[in-house]
């Protein structure tokens, strides 16, 4: 057998040789941010950390080394659109000096209602609380559809949804948010149907939140359905990823081949053991990225 090698066969063995040498080079901490670059890890207070103030929300998530925090309203973080400008500041402070990232807020304002006088409303306060995330440092705001009026087109709906969201979108531009919809409702978290909103909003501060729904796999499936809206997804909501009935490794490989690098937000239920919890949570997602 021949002991000379092409030119080809020495590049692909020098790039073996280099590949080796940083990895052995590299710190445990470098190898694992490098696995982590394409998307990051965080959790949405609802319903895990429900309870938990904003230091202590830092203090548990710096300890099992989650990324960033999505800060749904009504729980006792209280950040929330009553804060002052000082209040306001303090929370900016407390996330800027820790190593938890304050990527957004999560709120339930919606946009499918027949009622227009209901519908402003739903406007005028998501702008108030886009005001507060952008006082509090974070990304973005989380809003949704929930489900679809009975006595109006389908259509109908879909568009006026579309162009409130185009409205807050513009707003949300202006002072540095982006619009996340999340993929929620009964017939609303139908991505045919989201992927009709976001085409009518047409904004470039305006995207989705998937939210690992089990009517991902409805219609002509997953990878269809993923497809409709993976140039336009901001974050992602998780449920709890040992579920098989659901495919989240696939999930991941497909956010990873489309260049995600968004947070990906454990949504679960509370427990008597959150840290424990947690910790398999990451330990998981890792393993789901190798």
């Known amino acids: 057998m021949s002991m000379k090698m092409n030119r080809r066969e020495v590049l692909v063995a020098m790039g073996a040789l280099a590949g080796a040498a940083l990895v052995k080079g590299s710190s445990a901490a470098e190898i694992e941010a490098k696995r982590q670059d394409r998307m990051r890890l965080g959790i949405v207070t609802y319903n895990i950390a429900k309870d938990w103030d904003v230091p202590t929300i830092i203090k548990n998530l710096e300890a099992v080394g989650f990324g960033g925090v999505e800060l749904r309203t009504t729980h006792a973080h209280k950040v929330e659109v009553n804060l002052n400008k000082q209040q306001r500041a303090e929370v900016k402070k407390r996330f800027a000096d820790s190593k938890v990232e304050l990527m957004g807020l999560g709120s339930a304002f919606e946009y499918q209602m027949p009622d227009q006088t209901r519908l402003r409303k739903e406007i005028e306060d998501t702008k108030e609380y886009i005001v507060l995330a952008q006082d509090v440092g974070a990304g973005g705001v989380k809003v949704r559809p929930n489900g679809l009026p009975k006595d109006v087109p389908l259509e109908k709906?879909?568009?006026?949804?579309?162009?409130?969201?185009?409205?807050?979108?513009?707003?949300?531009?202006?002072?540095?948010?982006?619009?996340?919809?999340?993929?929620?409702?009964?017939?609303?978290?139908?991505?045919?149907?989201?992927?009709?909103?976001?085409?009518?909003?047409?904004?470039?501060?305006?995207?989705?939140?998937?939210?690992?729904?089990?009517?991902?796999?409805?219609?002509?499936?997953?990878?269809?359905?993923?497809?409709?809206?993976?140039?336009?997804?901001?974050?992602?909501?998780?449920?709890?990823?040992?579920?098989?009935?659901?495919?989240?490794?696939?999930?991941?490989?497909?956010?990873?081949?489309?260049?995600?690098?968004?947070?990906?937000?454990?949504?679960?239920?509370?427990?008597?053991?959150?840290?424990?919890?947690?910790?398999?949570?990451?330990?998981?997602?890792?393993?789901?990225?190798?």
Do not use: M
């Open 157 to 290: 709906t879909l568009e006026q949804i579309g162009r409130a969201l185009r409205e807050l979108g513009q707003f949300g531009a202006d002072h540095g948010q982006q619009i996340r919809l999340e993929v929620h409702g009964t017939g609303s978290s139908l991505l045919p149907h989201i992927k009709k909103i976001i085409d009518v909003a047409d904004h470039k501060n305006v995207g989705v939140c998937w939210n690992s729904n089990q009517t991902d796999l409805d219609g002509k499936g997953f990878d269809y359905n993923f497809d409709l809206v993976k140039d336009k997804i901001f974050s992602v909501h998780l449920r709890d990823i040992y579920l098989e009935e659901y495919p989240f490794k696939r999930l991941f490989k497909r956010l990873n081949d489309a260049g995600f690098k968004g947070y990906c937000l454990a949504e679960i239920p509370e427990s008597s053991d959150p840290l424990r919890v947690l910790r398999y949570f990451r330990a998981l997602w890792l393993e789901y990225q190798a």
